[in-house]
């Protein structure tokens, strides 16, 4: 556990430098000792603003989409190493784990050290409100790290004191269940402490809401299929009744809203919008490392597209899944914001170019669309605040939009169908933003298409899976069987004139069957080898 057992002070490496996000423009405070730190209300803020971009970058650049929406069946990569998150064929040695995990590792440790000291604060006037409030946000951060880390690997160590873990080679991992339920209570205290509102950027109570209306699910998932211990004694109605009530807050509060045009959500120029309830708070303009957005780089197709900016996106693609699902659905403000269809003109794109807008044409109109969502093209497209190897853009992890749904999911509960009309309200209203036609009832697989078409490229798809498989396990498995996983396909060309057709080619590369095990990621090489005690049997956290 490499990133636990190197010692890293508070971590805030936040810089002065032309941005949107003003909490953010402070000088760096990373050469004072935890002594000196904490005498003022400004010391806990700046300390705090450091968990909103460095400690995610190395999970947020490539990991979020590759194996969020590549174990999911939203991607194809036939070309690129990512390929092996959607033919299920990782292993220890897989690129990208050890990013994933030591990023998340580092929100946990950075969050640890504002949590364990900060009522240094107290000492020196600041009240007690504001340190709980403070104290909040880094739950916050870690608690939705903790979600990730056991979605992702199950069992994995509860680390609450990163310097008494860092002498230890030795350090077993925690039940899956008692990492949820740690979770669960880091977003409910930040539920409790966090302020109704902030300035831009900075999380809220309605922030931690939306969260902890996830994670209850997520633990209502869990207990439907009765996999908690009698230590944890709560129903799966217990679970969905928690998360209805956390999401209703959210959806009645009166400090969002949806934006009106879906494709305007991923502009630079709409950073921290209306409907955005958590985005990680990359610096515009910043050329920093690990305070830029990086997206871009991996899914931008053409340099030309970019202004010259870096575009390694051109072998990265939506799935023929995604792709069929979508046409066949037939949508249009959702298809055009989240992948480059042939065809589609984008107005606010290519700008820097004589046609002054940029239409897919040429061979991108005759192959596989590229992704489109978290590109925001040029210097010019972006108002000035896109650099190379930074988009600028805030990279969104909660919308409320998605709290609609999981509010929708709540109400739906134990059974399979709905027709309650506060739930009918709020999917419609996602549904109606994206130009879909209205619906009397709502099943749980028009739940699940509907999650997956507005949450594309957000990485959230596989975590749905996931929870999913906590009580239908073998549903998840055969669905997954099922997939035309990494299957190529014609789109919208001469060869598929009704718009879509799948294709028999094959390129003989390995796909593994989904089973059960397969369902988590392997732990990375580098952290079995630097803690042996990782692969153990897993044992209780006591709380």
Same mark, same amino acid.
């Given at each position: 556990?490499?990133?636990?057992?190197?010692?890293?002070?508070?971590?805030?490496?936040?810089?002065?430098?032309?941005?949107?996000?003003?909490?953010?423009?402070?000088?760096?405070?990373?050469?004072?000792?935890?002594?000196?730190?904490?005498?003022?209300?400004?010391?806990?803020?700046?300390?705090?603003?450091?968990?909103?971009?460095?400690?995610?970058?190395?999970?947020?650049?490539?990991?979020?989409?590759?194996?969020?929406?590549?174990?999911?069946?939203?991607?194809?990569?036939?070309?690129?190493?990512?390929?092996?998150?959607?033919?299920?064929?990782?292993?220890?040695?897989?690129?990208?784990?050890?990013?994933?995990?030591?990023?998340?590792?580092?929100?946990?440790?950075?969050?640890?050290?504002?949590?364990?000291?900060?009522?240094?604060?107290?000492?020196?006037?600041?009240?007690?409100?504001?340190?709980?409030?403070?104290?909040?946000?880094?739950?916050?951060?870690?608690?939705?790290?903790?979600?990730?880390?056991?979605?992702?690997?199950?069992?994995?160590?509860?680390?609450?004191?990163?310097?008494?873990?860092?002498? @230890?080679?030795?350090?077993?991992? =925690? +039940?899956?269940? #008692?990492? !949820?339920? $740690? *979770?669960?209570?880091?977003?409910?205290?930040?539920?409790?402490?966090?302020?109704?509102?902030?300035?831009?950027?900075?999380?809220?109570?309605?922030?931690?809401?939306?969260?902890?209306?996830?994670?209850?699910?997520?633990?209502?998932?869990?207990?439907?299929?009765?996999?908690?211990?009698?230590?944890?004694?709560?129903?799966?109605?217990?679970?969905?009744?928690?998360?209805?009530?956390?999401?209703?807050?959210?959806?009645?509060?009166?400090?969002?809203?949806?934006?009106?045009?879906?494709?305007?959500?991923?502009?630079?120029?709409?950073?921290?919008?209306?409907?955005?309830?958590?985005?990680?708070?990359?610096?515009?303009?910043? @050329?920093?490392?690990?305070?830029? =957005? +990086?997206?871009? #780089?991996? !899914?931008? $197709? *053409?340099?030309?597209?970019?202004?010259?900016?870096?575009?390694?996106?051109?072998?990265?693609?939506?799935?023929?899944?995604?792709?069929?699902?979508?046409?066949?659905?037939?949508?249009?403000?959702?298809?055009?914001?989240?992948?480059?269809?042939?065809?589609?003109?984008?107005?606010?794109?290519?700008?820097?170019?004589?046609?002054?807008?940029?239409?897919?044409?040429?061979?991108?109109?005759?192959?596989?669309?590229?992704?489109?969502?978290?590109?925001?093209?040029?210097?010019?497209?972006?108002?000035?605040?896109?650099?190379?190897?930074?988009?600028?853009?805030?990279?969104?992890?909660?919308?409320?939009?998605?709290?609609?749904?999981?509010?929708?999911?709540?109400?739906?509960?134990?059974?399979?169908?709905?027709?309650?009309?506060?739930?009918?309200?709020?999917?419609?209203?996602?549904?109606?933003?994206?130009?879909?036609?209205?619906?009397?009832?709502?099943?749980?697989?028009?739940?699940?298409?509907?999650?997956?078409?507005?949450?594309?490229?957000?990485?959230?798809?596989?975590?749905?899976?996931?929870?999913?498989?906590?009580?239908?396990?073998?549903?998840?498995?055969?669905?997954?069987?099922?997939?035309?996983?990494?299957?190529?396909?014609?789109?919208?060309?001469?060869?598929?004139?009704?718009?879509?057709?799948?294709?028999?080619?094959?390129?003989?590369?390995?796909?593994?069957?989904?089973?059960?095990?397969?369902?988590?990621?392997?732990?990375?090489?580098?952290?079995?080898?630097?803690?042996?005690?990782?692969?153990?049997?897993?044992?209780?956290?006591?709380?």
């Amino acid at each position: 556990m490499k990133k636990i057992r190197t010692f890293i002070f508070i971590g805030v490496a936040i810089f002065s430098t032309i941005s949107c996000n003003k909490f953010l423009d402070t000088k760096s405070e990373s050469q004072r000792t935890l002594d000196s730190y904490y005498t003022s209300y400004l010391d806990c803020r700046t300390a705090t603003a450091g968990l909103y971009n460095v400690p995610w970058y190395t999970f947020a650049s490539q990991f979020y989409f590759t194996a969020g929406d590549g174990r999911g069946n939203n991607l194809f990569t036939p070309y690129n190493s990512a390929e092996s998150f959607g033919r299920l064929t990782e292993t220890i040695e897989t690129p990208l784990l050890p990013d994933a995990w030591n990023s998340l590792y580092n929100v946990v440790t950075q969050s640890d050290y504002v949590v364990n000291n900060i009522d240094n604060a107290l000492s020196h006037g600041v009240t007690q409100a504001q340190v709980n409030a403070c104290r909040g946000e880094a739950r916050f951060m870690r608690g939705l790290a903790y979600w990730y880390l056991g979605s992702i690997w199950g069992n994995v160590p509860i680390v609450e004191d990163p310097v008494a873990a860092s002498k @230890s080679t030795l350090v077993k991992p =925690n +039940r899956f269940e #008692d990492v !949820l339920q $740690y *979770s669960i209570q880091d977003l409910q205290y930040a539920g409790k402490w966090l302020p109704e509102t902030d300035v831009a950027g900075r999380v809220t109570k309605y922030s931690a809401l939306g969260i902890l209306s996830r994670l209850y699910i997520t633990a209502a998932c869990y207990a439907r299929g009765n996999r908690f211990s009698s230590r944890w004694t709560l129903t799966a109605q217990n679970y969905y009744d928690s998360a209805l009530n956390a999401a209703q807050k959210v959806c009645q509060a009166s400090n969002y809203s949806l934006m009106s045009d879906y494709e305007q959500l991923f502009r630079v120029q709409n950073n921290n919008n209306s409907e955005s309830l958590f985005a990680l708070q990359f610096v515009p303009g910043s @050329s920093v490392y690990g305070v830029g =957005n +990086r997206n871009q #780089d991996w !899914l931008a $197709y *053409s340099t030309t597209l970019t202004g010259g900016l870096t575009a390694y996106g051109g072998n990265t693609f939506a799935s023929g899944e995604l792709v069929n699902l979508m046409f066949t659905r037939g949508e249009t403000s959702r298809q055009k914001g989240t992948y480059f269809y042939p065809g589609a003109t984008y107005n606010y794109l290519g700008t820097q170019t004589t046609a002054g807008s940029w239409t897919v044409s040429g061979a991108n109109a005759v192959r596989y669309p590229n992704i489109k969502k978290m590109v925001v093209g040029s210097k010019q497209d972006a108002g000035g605040l896109a650099i190379n190897g930074n988009s600028g853009l805030a990279a969104p992890m909660l919308r409320l939009a998605e709290v609609y749904l999981l509010y929708v999911e709540a109400i739906m509960g134990l059974q399979t169908t709905t027709s309650d009309p506060v739930a009918l309200l709020y999917f419609n209203k996602v549904r109606n933003r994206a130009g879909m036609p209205f619906v009397t009832s709502i099943s749980i697989a028009d739940l699940w298409d509907e999650r997956r078409v507005e949450l594309a490229l957000e990485g959230q798809f596989w975590y749905d899976m996931v929870r999913r498989s906590y009580w239908d396990q073998d549903w998840v498995l055969n669905y997954m069987n099922n997939q035309h996983r990494s299957q190529y396909y014609y789109y919208l060309s001469g060869t598929a004139p009704t718009g879509f057709a799948w294709r028999t080619q094959t390129d003989g590369q390995q796909q593994n069957v989904a089973t059960a095990s397969r369902l988590l990621l392997p732990y990375p090489a580098t952290e079995l080898v630097l803690n042996p005690s990782l692969d153990s049997t897993a044992v209780p956290f006591h709380f």
